[in-house]
């Protein structure tokens, strides 16, 4: 009911920022306790946690034989990571992504090479064992390679005082209890804003292409906000780009282990492009400028927006 949901998703809209800020600091204290750099923490512990929603529906999908939604839905989630999730972050926080040294390179390279990944999913035209082991084995590189990137300067006394108030054991508890109340409340703000659209008498392809297929990326966007509004831009960077690798990777790859369905090669080709596009130009932003500033958040809001038109039937070129 509508008057239910309004209420509903501004409680949980305030919520989850709330429970975002402690996520963060539960990320700073684990990445101490496990040695990650800010760079890995964000790659290794919230890039894999907020991808969870992605892996359960893409690993039931592939179990109920749609290998095609399986792949949809990952790739679709990238799309909105890499265009309009990254821009509500820089303009929300009211800050730029700064890049400082190599490691950043490095993950957005990793993010280009699983971008080309699923040019082989097309081309076998089906999912499979073999291309999960391999999808796997890839993701186990990755994070093998950024869990190596040195730690950048030592942390505020804030943080060292956080530090020493949790213990690993505890803030590892506490952080998996956020998570789950995260991907509850984004479960809630989803079903909420469906809700209101369907009042409002928006077309349920248009709900379908942005508010339930951004659904799924909302805790990369709370968790990446708040990593920006406290200035840990590696952080977020991480979380959003290892979310990506994440996504074609680890999600793909047991997809794949459990799913011998086919694809279909012309829907995952009409996706394929905007895949290309927004890593393509978030990798041009991070190596010409270093940042990604206002005005490239805007352009990553027009290249989704191009795709959400595509995906309710209005075609044109960029």
Same mark, same amino acid.
Not at 244 to 266: A, D, K, P, R, Y
């Given at each position: ?113 699983? @971008? +080309? =990944?699923?040019?082989? %999913? *097309?081309?076998? &035209?089906?999912?499979? $064992?073999? #291309? ?5 084995? !890839? ?65 349920? @392809? +248009? =709900?379908?292409?942005? %508010? *339930?297929?951004? &659904?799924?990326?909302? $805790?990369? #966007? ?5 990593? !920006? ?88 070129? !960029?």
């Amino acid at each position: 009911m509508i008057w239910i949901s309004i209420p509903l998703l501004a409680i949980s809209l305030f919520l989850i920022g709330l429970v975002s800020d402690r996520i963060i600091r539960y990320t700073l204290v684990l990445s101490k306790v496990f040695g990650f750099s800010e760079m890995a923490a964000g790659f290794i512990l919230l890039s894999v946690s907020t991808s969870l929603p992605e892996l359960s529906v893409s690993t039931l999908a592939s179990l109920g034989n749609e290998g095609g939604l399986s792949v949809g839905n990952a790739l679709g989630s990238n799309i909105a990571n890499l265009t309009i999730i990254i821009a509500l972050a820089i303009l929300i926080s009211k800050t730029e992504i700064s890049i400082r040294g190599e490691s950043q390179k490095e993950l957005v390279q990793f993010l280009f090479l699983s @971008s +080309i =990944i699923p040019l082989f %999913i *097309v081309q076998r &035209g089906s999912l499979g $064992p073999v #291309l999960g082991i391999v999808l796997i084995i !890839l993701f186990w590189y990755f994070t093998m390679t950024i869990s190596k990137t040195p730690k950048e300067s030592g942390l505020s006394n804030q943080e060292e005082d956080a530090r020493k108030k949790e213990k690993g054991s505890i803030a590892g508890l506490k952080f998996l209890a956020c998570l789950v109340v995260i991907v509850v409340l984004s479960k809630l703000i989803v079903d909420s804003s469906v809700d209101i659209a369907n009042f409002v008498g928006l077309p349920t @392809s +248009i =709900i379908g292409a942005t %508010i *339930v297929g951004v &659904g799924t990326s909302l $805790p990369e #966007l709370a968790t990446t906000v708040q990593a !920006l509004k406290m200035k840990y831009h590696e952080m977020a960077l991480g979380n959003i780009l290892g979310s990506c690798i994440t996504n074609i990777t680890l999600v793909l790859g047991i997809s794949s282990l459990v799913s011998f369905s086919e694809v279909n090669v012309i829907a995952v080709q009409s996706i394929m492009f905007y895949v290309l596009v927004s890593s393509l130009t978030v990798w041009y932003m991070i190596s010409s400028s270093k940042s990604i500033n206002k005005k490239g958040a805007i352009f990553l809001c027009l290249i989704y927006l191009a795709f959400v038109l595509q995906q309710i039937g209005i075609t044109f070129f !960029l």
